[in-house]
């Protein structure tokens, strides 16, 4: 996994805390293209529905439901549908973290015994840092399965499902947790003084009018929850017995809308948590041989393929996907939930959305030039090497379609959508909105980028998956 520099970053947030993080102008942006987009990535991933909220300045700049909330019953998906956030719950619970560091109530380097009385001996010297940094060597998950059959009522309970040792030594490597949260949810009823549920909601989800989102219960979802389901394939099927998500619930076990979850950064503006605790939430833990994980209290850093930096978040789970990015230099937040369990590569798809919102987006005409099924040789990459293949592409105004016969798969025929602005276009595959960048001078050529979270450079630096060249 590449690397953010630290350095890079520390100044980054800085200069972003020391100037208030001004918001600039609020943009006019293209429903249009949005919607064309939307349409397309369903239409091609066979997936049932997504919702999509964009912020600025904790005010919702658009939101909108694609697609079915309940396939069978055609029941459309609205802003307010709400949907599983899988691990994007990891950045509620880092929140409450954050406000509580700012009242002065927990310290990020205090044992966690501090907080916790009951904590086992063996946890008793992990820190908050550690924890939500995923440095601290406690297991993903608690052996066996049987707790996913029952609910689980207090955090104590859940905190005791863990027994087993450290997987290492703290501070010497990461390694993704959700285990870990339980313990943070303890600390946030110890630091407090009452239960992590209620503190959740009086002191995080209603000061910041998140009112769609609450811990789920199977047992008593209603017709503004989402149904879910997973793809593989291309052949979507609905999840008949959801796992009881209790059991995980500061990591993972929220229903919320991606309205709320915008909303939810306003946190950070400075009202609500300090500018000087936002900095040590968004900063890079360092592990004792010097390195940066670029993870902070929970969320990671990245750069995106427009060479933007941004702070986020994304979930995979049971009939779950989901996604938060927030871009402190404009204070823009964006997010994705959709109601299937898949393959998306659903940051990327968040940054494209997100680039469509900025500030200085100035969206201009396509290309005047056109390619009418103009032949192209294809390099393709994957995990089993690269692959030369014959295809073909063509443009006309602001879409086109990039295709190859040999290929039954990802390249069989992906849809190409103009960004507005540059060489760069919007290139959709049963993996999600990916981004790419299609030049017709000196010949027509371009590539397309598959990418992920914590990217130390612009993704466009990298090994593209997908290269043409007539």
Known sequence: MNRINHSLIVLFIGVLIHSH?????????????IETLAHEFLNTTHLPGFSLAVGKGG??????GFGFADREREVPMTPSTRLRTASVAKVLTATAIAKLVSEGKLKLDSPIKTYVPYIPA???????????????????????????????????????????PLRFTPDTEYQYSTGGFNLLAAAIEGASGGEYKDYMEKEI?????????????????SENDAQLYSIKDQVLKREKKL???????PGAGFRSTPSDLVKMMKAYSGEMISPEVTQA????????????????IGWRTSIDAFGKICIEHAGSWQGARSVIVFYPEEELSVSIMINASCQVFIEEMAHIFAQLFRHDFNRVEAPQSSASNQAVNII??????EQKLLGEISLQGTSGELSSANSKGFLHAIPLHYLGQKDWYAAIT????????????????????????????????????VSFFE
């Not at 840092?129 to 955090?155: C, D, E, M, V, W």
């Not at 796992?243 to 619930?249: D, E, I, P, T």
Request: glycine share 10%; with cysteine.
């Open 281 to 296: 939430i968004f900063t890079s833990h360092t592990l004792k041989n010097g390195e940066k994980t670029q993870v902070g």
């Open 380 to 385: 393709f990459r994957s995990s089993e090497g």
């Open 205 to 221: 989800f209603e000061p910041l009018g998140m009112y769609n989102t609450q811990p789920e219960d199977i047992n008593a979802l």
């Open 59 to 64: 005010k919702i700049l658009y939101a909108r």
């Open 430 to 465: 049963p993996y999600g909105i990916h981004y790419m960048e299609i030049r017709k001078k000196p010949s027509l050529s371009g590539e397309l980028f598959l990418y992920g979270t914590r990217n130390a450079s612009p993704p466009t630096q990298d090994t593209p998956m």
């Open 21 to 33: 993080w001004v918001v600039g102008q609020i943009p006019t942006y293209d429903t249009t293209l």
């Open 122 to 164: 063996r946890y008793a010297d992990l820190t908050c840092r550690q924890l939500a940094g995923h440095t601290a060597g406690i297991p993903h998950r608690p052996k066996g399965n049987g707790y996913q059959k029952k609910p689980f009522t207090s955090i104590q309970k859940t905190v005791e499902l863990f027994r087993s």
């Open 243 to 249: 796992v009881n998500g209790s059991y995980k619930l």
